[in-house]
């Protein structure tokens, strides 16, 4: 494929008023290409996604249809906040599609982590088909490229590691934030009033918590791994480390050790802290918490999430650790 190179004369969004002409001018573009044809985006909730999908909403309405697939690996609270962000504050047309059971039996006993990424890359790619099929008349597929998913990947958006579509589902690309990097989504959807926790997400993995519930997934620990994580974002949020760590996040690996409760002995789950800084995730060095923070974490951890009897912080930067912990 050819590459398509961003134009010399781009400026770089950087204000809030660029941001708004850049969203004037794709609005514009957008209405132009799509005319009253529909449109089918896969809206994860991921900043790239979350941009393009406002952008439709704001060029076609309802000609714009999203699917959101929970595949049952996504973050805390994450699939209710799309359904309310887009369903219920922008009153797009949003298929919320429940995937979980599909996902976790299909996943059911498999402990190597590249066929677990190509597992779920596949049933994504089948759900989403799936629910393409249903729809009636969609002429466009709308995708979060970015600029720097083309210079890296051919143009092809890597999350899920997997190819595209079936060849009766190839329809025309629209991909209105694809000369843009990073740092300019964000500032397109700050300016286009997407919530911070949305426009200024760390960095998160297609296969998401599955590689994170180490070894063959279950569900009680990828329980643990959900409730570990949300409790260590809540505690940055309120510390004001969110911020300040490029990614930060909770693994739980599939072994367990001894404890005490309730004067009785327990044999459950670790929960290891992950906190690294880094430029572009090819090197990451290790934050340094403040003990405070990482006690407060602790505590909440062990009382909080079932399963669990001990809490480990990771040391180790990259390389010679990778920053997931497969
Ligand atoms: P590693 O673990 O290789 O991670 O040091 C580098 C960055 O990539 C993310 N990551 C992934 N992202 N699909 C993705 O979309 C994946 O399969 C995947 N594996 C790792 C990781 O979170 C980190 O930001």
């Given at each position: 494929m050819q590459t398509e190179f961003r134009p010399e004369n781009m400026a770089r969004i950087n204000t809030p008023e660029l941001a708004n002409a850049f969203i004037d001018e794709q609005i514009a573009a957008l209405k132009a290409q799509i005319g009253d044809k529909k449109v089918l985006l896969a809206l994860s909730g991921g900043v790239d996604s979350s941009v393009v999908a406002a952008l439709l909403v704001k060029a076609v309405g309802k000609q714009l249809v999203c699917v959101?697939?929970?595949?049952?690996?996504?973050?805390?609270?994450?699939?209710?906040?799309?359904?309310?962000?887009?369903?219920?504050?922008?009153?797009?047309?949003?298929?919320?599609?429940?995937?979980?059971?599909?996902?976790?039996?299909?996943?059911?006993?498999?402990?190597?982590?590249?066929?677990?990424?190509?597992?779920?890359?596949?049933?994504?790619?089948?759900?989403?088909?799936?629910?393409?099929?249903?729809?009636?008349?969609?002429?466009?597929?709308?995708?979060?490229?970015?600029?720097?998913?083309?210079?890296?990947?051919?143009?092809?958006?890597?999350?899920?590691?997997?190819?595209?579509?079936?060849?009766?589902?190839?329809?025309?690309?629209?991909?209105?934030?694809?000369?843009?990097?990073?740092?300019?989504?964000?500032?397109?959807?700050?300016?286009?009033?997407?919530?911070d926790n949305m426009v200024y997400r760390q960095p998160f993995p297609g296969p998401g918590l599955g590689v994170r519930c180490v070894g063959a997934i279950t569900r009680d620990r990828l329980e643990a791994v959900r409730e570990a994580d949300a409790i260590l974002r809540e505690e940055f949020d309120k510390h004001g480390l969110a911020g300040k760590v490029w990614q930060y996040f909770t693994v739980v690996p599939d072994f367990k050790s001894t404890g005490i409760k309730d004067n009785k002995r327990t044999y459950e789950w670790p929960v290891v802290l992950r906190a690294v800084n880094s430029v572009d995730a090819t090197a990451a060095s290790i934050e340094e918490i403040p003990y405070d923070v990482l006690g407060i974490i602790v505590n909440r951890i062990l009382n909080e999430v079932k399963g669990v009897n001990r809490v480990l912080y990771d040391l180790s930067p990259k390389p010679v650790a990778t920053i997931e912990w497969e």
């Amino acid at each position: 494929m050819q590459t398509e190179f961003r134009p010399e004369n781009m400026a770089r969004i950087n204000t809030p008023e660029l941001a708004n002409a850049f969203i004037d001018e794709q609005i514009a573009a957008l209405k132009a290409q799509i005319g009253d044809k529909k449109v089918l985006l896969a809206l994860s909730g991921g900043v790239d996604s979350s941009v393009v999908a406002a952008l439709l909403v704001k060029a076609v309405g309802k000609q714009l249809v999203c699917v959101h697939v929970n595949h049952g690996l996504l973050r805390k609270g994450e699939p209710e906040q799309v359904i309310k962000v887009f369903k219920d504050e922008l009153d797009a047309n949003l298929v919320y599609v429940d995937a979980v059971d599909r996902f976790l039996d299909k996943l059911a006993g498999v402990a190597e982590p590249e066929t677990k990424r190509k597992i779920i890359g596949k049933e994504f790619i089948e759900v989403f088909a799936e629910e393409a099929k249903k729809q009636e008349g969609i002429s466009f597929l709308a995708q979060g490229t970015i600029y720097p998913d083309i210079l890296e990947s051919d143009g092809v958006k890597a999350h899920h590691n997997v190819g595209g579509l079936p060849e009766e589902l190839n329809f025309e690309l629209v991909e209105p934030v694809k000369f843009l990097y990073k740092d300019e989504v964000r500032m397109v959807g700050k300016a286009l009033g997407l919530p911070d926790n949305m426009v200024y997400r760390q960095p998160f993995p297609g296969p998401g918590l599955g590689v994170r519930c180490v070894g063959a997934i279950t569900r009680d620990r990828l329980e643990a791994v959900r409730e570990a994580d949300a409790i260590l974002r809540e505690e940055f949020d309120k510390h004001g480390l969110a911020g300040k760590v490029w990614q930060y996040f909770t693994v739980v690996p599939d072994f367990k050790s001894t404890g005490i409760k309730d004067n009785k002995r327990t044999y459950e789950w670790p929960v290891v802290l992950r906190a690294v800084n880094s430029v572009d995730a090819t090197a990451a060095s290790i934050e340094e918490i403040p003990y405070d923070v990482l006690g407060i974490i602790v505590n909440r951890i062990l009382n909080e999430v079932k399963g669990v009897n001990r809490v480990l912080y990771d040391l180790s930067p990259k390389p010679v650790a990778t920053i997931e912990w497969e």
